[in-house]
């Protein structure tokens, strides 16, 4: 076993460190003040060649593939020097402390606190079968992140397995890794609340153990372990978690600007494609009853019963003519109806497939260990090989097999699914674009490059549109690619409440665009108040599409309880009405890299109730939800974050924060609150998030000095990318006139023609408004005010100063006066004695 005992010594290279322990040479690297890099590599080459990493410092030798994705940055050169005991190496941010002996290395703050410390005389290893450990101590802290895993958010105490599997119907309860193959955390201080990341730069199947072991021989400690490669880990400082999330996505990637239909209710079941015959009409009519119920249904996604052959089997890429006869004439319908359709796609190609031998002869296929033949292994329906995504020529044949059966019948999405690559040889080999490497190593990037190649696929064959990709398995860094969710879950109460936390989990994990099967996908259907209950939580997340495969000959659809139908169509519309809120989000996500749906100590980091609520979130950073996730309930509990009161959305009543509160609940409530300085953007306008604008834009705002945004673009091309779009600012300051200076940047011409603010004040009404310094009229009459083209009132009961005024598509000022107002001059001053 090699191991990191003693420390030899330190040297300063041109821009990195070289350390030198009894048995293992290791390297550090300081990317920025926050971002440290230590890397093992046993085999002493140091090569690089990574398929994750977005921003180095250093030549990669897939450099040129990741073209303009990759950003080259150049290391600190921070000064060292040696201690009797200790080597120290500082930045402006961070000391790192590396002991002689034991060889430890320490990680301090700016406060001089210990934010991570190695085991003493355990800190890396390597066993004689090559796997890989990295030991450090425990301290008092809770431990997020993972990636897609079950469980609690929370994994102090667990052991979280890194192995990607198809898990279908998993018991979501139990803390275990699913689809991704994700190996970072962050590691938060119970007494600072100071948030430290970990990423382990390795695409083997690993494993952490976080403080789930006890040995009498050692200090509490946690660890990770991998089947192969280095421990290669970036130390990713906070202090807070956004700053963790923004700096680990500069590393692994941005999330990518999907499309704003994407946002809407997206629809799927496997019944309908596996119907024997006219599945294009079947679809077509849910389509058509969707419409009669008044639920629009933004996008479609396909499932594979369109690829079934004669056999019964699917061949990616092939259509069954029988169940969809002319697919462009479907394609076009469905787009006509503002609803694309993304087609599922499996990267496993039975050896009986009708083009196994031009994926054969064309390096297509994951190849045996010892010789150049294609590897078989398990597969749905048989036996089957796997796409080489690594292999240039993988790449190619598989987009030009897209294009030609998908992208050219007008398809402008893609969904990626069963791309997990069980592949139980690991050894079977990899073409590692012309580097060698094996399954083992390389099959958790296999779908992350899949979902690379589909992306450039539909932005080749259509430029102008924006490409919408979903893949259900991925690596670090999938979230440049594709949307993501969590796989074929069960319909139960269980899925709903841990599936909740699985889609924080994955925000931790630099994920934001992600969701769940909205009322469960395997097993019965869901039962009518678990549906309900599961809408009014699922239009919360990311990605929300219900999608079933029921057991019990049914289809999970908005209007299967016709006695309930309205309360899905008012969970459904509400989420419509707050599209331009989270649009906003959504781009925010793709620059800072934080989650949209995300666990309250994201924002509330320094209020310690809040790491063990997990039934509730923040949506964005204004808005607190609380969905009902039990059965027969009629009252919840609600803990509202100290620092701020909250005000109920809708009536506006007003609560002190650090509370817990209860709530009644009946079946058509779901518990939402706008913090104070809180922002929140809506509109009536959107029935269909492709066909319709926002005309009438209504601006919630609960008064404090602060700024925020409103993001737009045209939603569907990538203009965006060349400066059309406009992100207008509001800049608040809340006083007793509260003034409100709105800036805008960007070539978009909006759609929007009237702001409408709804300045909440539960205390009093205002005084005046002015704009740009004229006042506004008040409007006596509330019958009126929907019609006015410019005029204020202040509605009695939400206590909200509404404002109306045109879309000026320039800067502006708005004020509210809250000043005193003596009426008859006959209130007297007092002053306190």
Excluded at 330 to 350: D, T
Excluded at 695 to 722: I, M, R, V
Aim: proline share 5%; charged share 25%; net charge negative.
């Amino acid at each position: 076993m090699k191991t990191t005992n003693k420390l030899i010594s330190v040297n300063k290279e041109n821009d990195w460190f070289s350390i030198q322990t009894e048995s293992i040479a290791l390297r550090m690297y300081f990317l920025s003040d926050d971002i440290i890099r230590l890397r093992a590599d046993f085999t002493e080459k140091y090569e690089e060649a990574s398929y994750i990493l977005t921003m180095t410092g250093w030549d990669d030798k897939l450099d040129s593939l990741l073209g303009n994705e990759r950003q080259r940055i150049e290391l600190l050169e921070p000064e060292f020097v040696e201690n009797k005991t200790h080597y120290a190496i500082k930045t402006a941010s961070l000391t790192v402390k590396l002991f002689k002996d034991p060889f430890v290395v320490k990680i301090y703050n700016q406060d001089g606190k210990v934010i991570y410390s190695d085991l003493p005389n355990r800190a890396i290893q390597q066993d004689h079968l090559g796997r890989v450990y990295h030991y450090s101590e425990t301290r008092d802290e809770r431990y997020f992140g993972f990636g897609e895993t079950t469980g609690n958010i929370n994994k102090k105490g667990e052991h979280i397995s890194i192995s990607p599997k198809d898990a279908i119907n998993h018991d979501p309860s139990k803390t275990k890794n699913m689809y991704k193959h994700i190996p970072f955390y962050m590691r938060v201080d119970n007494e600072s609340h100071h948030a430290l990341g970990m990423f382990y730069h390795n695409s083997w199947e690993s494993e952490f153990h976080m403080d789930s072991e006890v040995s009498g021989y050692w200090p509490r400690y946690s660890y990770f372990r991998a089947e192969g490669g280095d421990i290669d880990v970036f130390f990713i400082n906070g202090p807070k978690v956004t700053d963790v999330l923004e700096r680990y996505t500069q590393l692994t990637g941005k999330p990518y600007m999907p499309p704003k239909y994407s946002m809407g209710y997206l629809g799927s079941t496997m019944y309908y494609p596996e119907l024997p015959q006219d599945c294009d009409d079947a679809i077509l009519g849910f389509m058509e009853q969707n419409d009669r119920e008044q639920i629009p249904v933004s996008g479609f996604q396909l499932s594979s019963g369109y690829t079934v052959g004669p056999d019964n089997k699917r061949y990616v890429f092939t259509w069954n003519q029988k169940r969809f006869p002319e697919p462009s004439r479907f394609f076009k319908a469905m787009e006509e109806r503002g609803c694309p359709v993304s087609p599922n796609i499996k990267p496993g190609i039975l050896v009986t497939h009708p083009y196994y031998d031009e994926y054969a002869s064309n390096n297509g296929f994951i190849k045996t260990a010892d010789s150049e033949n294609p590897y078989t292994d398990s597969w749905w329906g048989g036996m089957g090989s796997f796409v080489d995504f690594t292999h240039p020529d993988g790449r190619r044949v598989w987009k030009d097999q897209m294009k030609r059966s998908l992208i050219d019948h007008g398809v402008t999405s893609i969904w990626n699914d069963n791309c997990e690559y069980e592949i139980n040889d690991r050894m079977a080999t990899c073409h590692f674009d012309g580097l060698g490497g094996v399954a083992g190593e390389l099959k958790a990037i296999q779908p992350t490059l899949m979902g690379k190649v589909a992306q450039e696929a539909l932005a080749e064959s259509a430029p102008e549109v924006r490409p919408y990709v979903i893949n259900r398995s991925g690596s670090a860094g999938i979230q440049r690619y594709a949307q993501t969710w969590s796989g074929d879950n069960p319909s139960t109460w269980c899925a709903m409440q841990y599936g909740l936390k699985t889609i924080m989990g994955m925000g931790l994990s630099g994920v934001p665009n992600n969701g769940a099967d909205v009322g469960g996908f395997a097993g019965p259907r869901p039962e009518k108040e678990l549906f309900v209950r599961w809408v009014q939580s699922g239009v919360f997340y990311p990605r929300f599409s219900i999608h079933s495969c029921n057991t019990d000959n049914t289809v999970t659809e908005p209007w299967m309880y016709k006695d309930v139908t309205q309360l899905i169509r008012d969970a459904i519309q509400l989420r419509l009405s707050l599209s331009p809120y989270l649009y906003t989000w959504l781009r925010r996500s793709t620059q800072t890299g934080e989650p949209i749906l995300r666990p309250l100590m994201v924002d509330f980091q320094n209020d310690t109730n809040v790491y063990d609520v997990e039934d509730q979130f923040m949506w964005g950073d204004s808005l607190l939800v609380a969905p009902v996730l039990e059965k027969g309930v009629k009252q919840k509990d609600v803990y509202l974050p100290a620092g701020q009161r909250w005000l109920r959305w809708g009536t506006h009543e007003v609560y002190q924060g650090g509370q817990t509160i209860t709530l009644d609940v009946e079946l058509d409530t779901i518990p939402m609150f706008i913090k104070q300085g809180g922002f929140v953007t809506s509109t009536s306008d959107i029935n269909h998030l492709k066909l319709d604008q926002v005309e009438t834009l209504k601006l919630h705002l609960a008064p404090a000095t602060a700024s925020y945004e409103l993001y737009e673009d045209d939603g569907e091309t990538n203009k965006f990318q060349q400066g059309e779009y406009k992100l207008s600012r509001f800049n608040v300051d809340s006083k007793d006139i509260c003034t409100i200076n709105v800036k805008a940047e960007g070539d978009y011409v909006s759609p929007i023609k009237m702001y409408e603010w709804h300045v909440i004040s539960p205390e009093k009404g205002a005084f005046w408004c002015k704009l740009d310094g004229e006042l506004i009229p008040q409007v006596l009459d509330r019958n009126h005010f929907a019609d006015c083209e410019i005029g204020w009132i202040f509605d009695c009961a939400d206590n909200t100063v509404r404002v109306r005024y045109p879309n000026l598509n320039k800067d502006h000022q708005l004020e509210v006066s809250f000043e005193k107002f003596d009426l008859i001059g006959m209130i007297e001053e007092t002053e306190d004695e």
